[in-house]
């Protein structure tokens, strides 16, 4: 009697071609791959990511600082603002006191509805430009989330485009081994060579 494994018999099956052992094989590696290797890949992106990130967070909150200014008078650019991803950013000059240096005075980035003499909060670097407000956790772990999740993705992408590759070559092979068979076969079954 023969030892089964998994309901079929161990030893060589006559119509199991090599192309269908190189292809299951393929199967299992890609299996693998997409569901162990490409979750890893995005693990690791997202650990490097949220490690520059938090750098990133941390150098900003280090250069950056927010002042109380006094709006002083609106832009002349206030109805043709700058823009920023496709929005209109309203901008008016501000002044405010910094501790030690004085009074001082730089078009800042206001809320829309900012008049001149409302107090306003900016963002001021140590250079003294206005800046945006630093990086807060929410958006580190957002940023880290959305790289692994990208780099898993990708790989997962990268296995699946190699298999698709893999597999158009055995199918070419297998449809030449066929055609071999046939050819052997062929004769036999037509009597065309009796």
């Known amino acids: 009697?023969?030892?089964?494994?998994?309901?079929?018999?161990?030893g060589r099956n006559p119509l199991r071609r090599r192309s269908d052992v190189i292809e299951a094989w393929t199967v299992l590696a890609v299996t693998v791959l997409v569901c162990v290797g490409a979750p890893l890949v995005g693990a690791?992106?997202?650990?490097?990511a949220h490690g520059e990130a938090r750098a990133t967070a941390a150098e900003q909150r280090a250069d950056r600082h927010r002042v109380r200014a006094e709006v002083v008078e609106r832009s002349a650019g206030a109805r043709s603002s700058s823009e920023a991803g496709g929005q209109r950013v309203p901008r008016a000059t501000v002044r405010w006191t910094e501790p030690g240096e004085g009074r001082r005075t730089a078009l800042a980035r206001v809320p829309a509805d900012a008049r001149p003499g409302d107090v306003v909060h900016v963002w001021i670097d140590s250079r003294g430009r206005n800046v945006p407000?630093?990086?807060?956790?929410?958006?580190?772990w957002q940023h880290s989330i959305g790289?692994?999740?990208?780099?898993?993705?990708?790989?997962?992408?990268?296995?699946?485009?190699?298999?698709?590759g893999v597999r158009g070559v055995t199918l070419r092979r297998r449809l030449a081994e066929w055609e071999r068979a046939w050819a052997r076969t062929e004769p036999e079954w037509t009597h065309r060579g009796v």
């Open 1 to 10: 009697m023969r030892t089964r494994l998994r309901g079929r018999p161990r």
């Open 133 to 140: 407000p630093p990086v807060d956790g929410a958006s580190v």
């Open 44 to 48: 690791a992106v997202a650990r490097w």
């Open 147 to 164: 790289m692994g999740v990208c780099a898993a993705g990708v790989s997962a992408a990268g296995v699946l485009l190699v298999h698709r």
